[in-house]
């Protein structure tokens, strides 16, 4: 292979990767909302670019997993304290709270 057919096999490649990233972005979410349902469960919902709308129902410690996700991608470290709050049934149940913090902060703290 001369360096000219290497040239072109190179523009193919990169064309070809130029489409896949194109078709890549019409399966991206384009709003995300968050909400309640039965049984203190939070519901995740996403509306991808077609319309098309996904929801997740949560469970608490799947919360606390995606805030904690959420932060780290950010650069962010997140505390949790529990909180006892009255749900809409009289019960009493533990809830984590966050409090963001940023690495530096941490560090200032220690």
């Excluded at 490649?13 to 130029?18: A, G, I, K």
């Excluded at 019409?26 to 995740?44: E, H, K, P, Q, W």
């Excluded at 049934?89 to 533990?94: L, P």
Aim: aromatic fraction near 6%; charged fraction near 30%.
């Amino acid at each position: 292979m001369n360096e000219q057919e290497f040239q072109i096999k190179m523009q193919e490649l990169d064309h070809q990767m130029s489409l896949e990233h194109r078709k890549s972005d019409f399966n991206r979410a384009r709003s995300i909302s968050v909400g309640t349902t039965f049984n203190n469960m939070t519901d995740l919902s996403i509306r991808s670019n077609d319309g098309i709308c996904y929801w997740v129902p949560m469970h608490a410690h799947e919360v606390v997993r995606l805030i904690d996700q959420l932060a780290l991608s950010i650069n962010c470290q997140v505390e949790f304290k529990e909180k006892l709050i009255s749900t809409p049934w009289n019960q009493k149940e533990v809830v984590k709270s966050n409090i963001h913090k940023t690495k530096k902060q941490l560090e200032e703290e220690k």
